[in-house]
């Protein structure tokens, strides 16, 4: 069956080094993924989308790698801050059909 | 500025209730979603619209229903509310594949309790 895994354990770090969460899925084609960031009793937004053919993305502080044949994405945010206190969720789009499916998130919490 | 609005932050119904959740984005999206999130299951897909009037099952539809009138507006019902159904609902909109973004644009929530 199809399953995206995310760390499902909170990610500490220290603010100023560089968080990399994962995002492993299984059974899947994806024809792009994104990554959303999600705060306490809020609706996820929308940070990053990495198309199939693309291996890296960049915005800011953020970059986002996609391997199709470790079927892995990973998210990294360089120069950590507080404020970067989340939940990050990745998300799978298998082209043509509008249906998204997300992973549970990880729990990245910012150390000052 | 995108918008996707929920008529409830907070919602508190009694068992066996009919409940209306309902969803507004300005953004002339031609699709929307409802998911409900619960803690260790992440996101789940209850029901999502393509067009006005057009409705498709996500994941977990059992127990609900959905209603599309309005290309804007997209309603989540539950007919007979269960205590299971207490959650956080998100509704969700986006453009047609293709356009310049294929995201998702998320509404606050609706945190509902059923009692």
């Known amino acids: 069956s199809q399953k995206i895994e995310q760390n499902s354990e909170a990610l500490n770090i220290q603010e100023g080094k560089t968080a990399t969460l994962t995002c492993n899925y299984t059974?899947?084609?994806?024809?792009?993924l994104q990554w959303y960031r999600q705060d306490p009793g809020r609706g996820p937004v929308f940070l990053l989308l990495?198309?199939?053919?693309?291996k890296e993305k960049r915005k800011e502080r953020l970059k986002v790698t996609f391997d199709t044949t470790l079927k892995q994405s990973l998210f990294h945010i360089t120069a950590s801050q507080p404020a970067d206190s989340a939940t990050y969720l990745c998300a799978l789009h298998s082209g043509g059909y509008q249906k998204v499916t997300f992973g549970i998130g990880t729990k990245l919490q910012v150390i000052p | 500025d995108v918008k996707v609005t929920q008529s409830s932050r907070y919602l508190v119904k009694r068992t066996g209730e009919k409940v209306f959740l309902e969803c507004v984005q300005d953004m002339d999206h031609e699709n929307m979603f409802w998911y409900r999130q619960d803690p260790g299951l992440g996101l789940r897909l209850i029901y999502f619209?393509?067009?006005?009037?057009?409705?498709e099952k996500g994941d977990i539809p059992e127990g609900y229903s959905v209603s599309r009138e309005k290309k804007e507006r997209f309603s989540l019902i539950l007919e007979s509310a269960s205590t299971n159904q207490t959650s956080m609902y998100l509704c969700?909109?986006?453009?047609?594949?293709?356009?310049?973004?294929?995201?998702?644009?998320f509404g606050p929530g609706t945190r509902l309790t059923v009692l």
């Open positions: 990495i198309r199939e053919n693309e």
């Open positions: 969700a909109s986006k453009g047609a594949s293709g356009r310049a973004t294929d995201t998702q644009y």
């Open positions: 619209s393509y067009d006005v009037k057009m409705k």
């Open positions: 059974n899947y084609s994806p024809a792009y």
